[in-house]
């Protein structure tokens, strides 16, 4: 199938990148965001969200005049489904946005057109949802227009790179369809494309986050454990590790993003006495923030002044969405605490009023050091001998093993460390 032109519905994390780069391939793109402040920044030359080397994509991509942002989608021979599908209150996924993007392609569908949904979404969205929304338009899917599933499944902070060398899951309606998206899809990605059912491909998707969130959750147990027996979990993984087929993750203050927090529960929502283990594993790791308020507790008594560092949802990139760090800053704020949240990535929250625009000022006067994120800026930062007489008190609490706490304790510092007790 030869596609000239295609319209990406959805210029966030996934949505941008992935029109950036078809256009760049020479396919002419229509990148369609209901967002007007979204559409004004990019026409403007700027990128509303930060990733390694997207500002140089978008804008080349712009600059060659195959990259055209506007608000409402256009007849194209393909269209591509990036929206978000967030979750609810009671855990069920939202999917008003897949809904709305599938109605907006309806005017616009022409027999021969490919519809790809990339929206990590509940198993049977693409034959249950997406496909009756579709076949509004008169047309019949896998007779008149082709349709498939195509998980996106890039690791934000690598996300240029992963688009291009993953093996890419297409899960089409028929064989037709997950056919038609192979040849789309070719035009940039390196890694092998493997065909299936959209079904098949939706599960896929949630199966790749719920195997990391389990074994996350794991990890985070074996830190309580080990706490209690008084030992070091990351002396006990690092052994642990070396044996060939084992091969623990990271403990950490919780599990974040909008991905790995919320997709193991779209399988609970379509298996709910099945997914037992699943959803007993995402309880342990959104137990982590409370825990780590505990800690804290442990270490500085009922009041006091935190300094605490850093505030998106894993190091090194600027999304705050389902972030542990962000719910741990409330959560002391609310229990009386006077924190002080630095982030050199997050310039504005509107969820906290306790942001400060400097390390100094987060840090000096503070009772409390609390480490919430290893962003690589904090290197630089976090020395002890520099960091000691800016605090009133030597305390610091390190939930992500990225500090050498022996260095702080030979200046003073009271340690507490996730996983070591
Ligand atoms: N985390 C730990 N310990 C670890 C690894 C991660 O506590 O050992 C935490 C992180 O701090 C973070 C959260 O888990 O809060 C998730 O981070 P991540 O780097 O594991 O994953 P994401 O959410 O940035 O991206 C994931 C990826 N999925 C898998 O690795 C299976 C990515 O490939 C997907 O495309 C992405 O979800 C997505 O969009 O679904």
Excluded at 387 to 410: E, F, G, S, Y
């Amino acid at each position: 199938m030869n596609i000239k032109t295609l319209c990406v519905i959805g210029l966030g994390y996934i949505g941008l990148p992935t029109a950036s780069m078809f256009a760049m391939h020479g396919k002419h793109v229509i990148g369609v965001d209901i967002n007007s402040k979204v559409v004004e920044v990019l026409n403007s030359g700027d990128v509303h969200i930060e990733e390694v080397g997207l500002r140089a994509l978008v804008r080349s991509a712009i600059k060659s005049g195959n990259l055209v942002i506007q608000k409402s989608p256009e007849p194209s021979d393909a269209f591509i489904i990036a929206v978000p599908t967030p979750f609810n209150p009671d855990k069920k996924a939202d999917m008003r946005a897949v809904i709305s993007a599938s109605e907006s392609i309806v005017p616009h569908l022409q027999p021969g057109n490919l519809v790809i949904l990339e929206s990590t979404s509940p198993a049977r969205t693409t034959v249950d949802l997406v496909k009756p929304i579709l076949e509004r338009s008169g047309l019949k899917g896998g007779q008149d227009f082709f349709l498939a599933y195509s998980p996106e499944r890039v690791l934000p902070g690598q996300i240029l790179k992963e688009l291009v060398e993953n093996a890419r899951v297409i899960g089409g309606i028929d064989r037709a369809s997950s056919e038609a998206g192979r040849d789309l899809y070719a035009t940039f990605v390196k890694g092998e494309i493997v065909l299936t059912d959209g079904t098949t491909a939706e599960m896929v998707k949630l199966m790749e986050n719920t195997f990391r969130d389990v074994n996350i959750a794991l990890a985070n147990e074996f830190a309580l454990i080990a706490e209690k027996l008084g030992i070091n979990v990351w002396e006990a993984i690092g052994i642990a590790n070396r044996h060939p087929r084992v091969n623990i993750l990271r403990p950490g203050p919780g599990v974040g993003g909008h991905c790995i927090a919320v997709d193991p529960w779209f399988l609970v929502e379509s298996a709910p006495e099945q997914a037992n283990l699943i959803s007993r594993a995402r309880l342990v790791n959104e137990s982590m923030p409370a825990y780590v308020v505990e800690m804290i507790r442990r270490t500085i008594g009922e009041t006091g002044i935190i300094a605490a560092l850093g505030l998106t949802y894993k190091a090194d990139i600027d999304d705050t969405r389902e972030s542990p760090a962000v719910e741990i800053v409330q959560r002391l704020a609310e229990s009386g605490y006077a924190v002080r949240a630095y982030d050199p990535h997050v310039a504005e929250l509107s969820s906290l009023d306790c942001l400060v625009h400097s390390f100094d000022a987060a840090v000096s006067g503070a009772d409390l050091l609390l480490v919430l994120v290893e962003h690589v800026e904090f290197k630089a930062l976090l020395v002890p001998e520099a960091v000691a007489p800016l605090m009133k008190k030597r305390q610091l609490v390190d939930t992500r093993h990225c500090l050498i706490t022996a260095n702080w304790r030979r200046v003073g510092f009271r340690v507490a460390e996730l996983g070591v007790g």
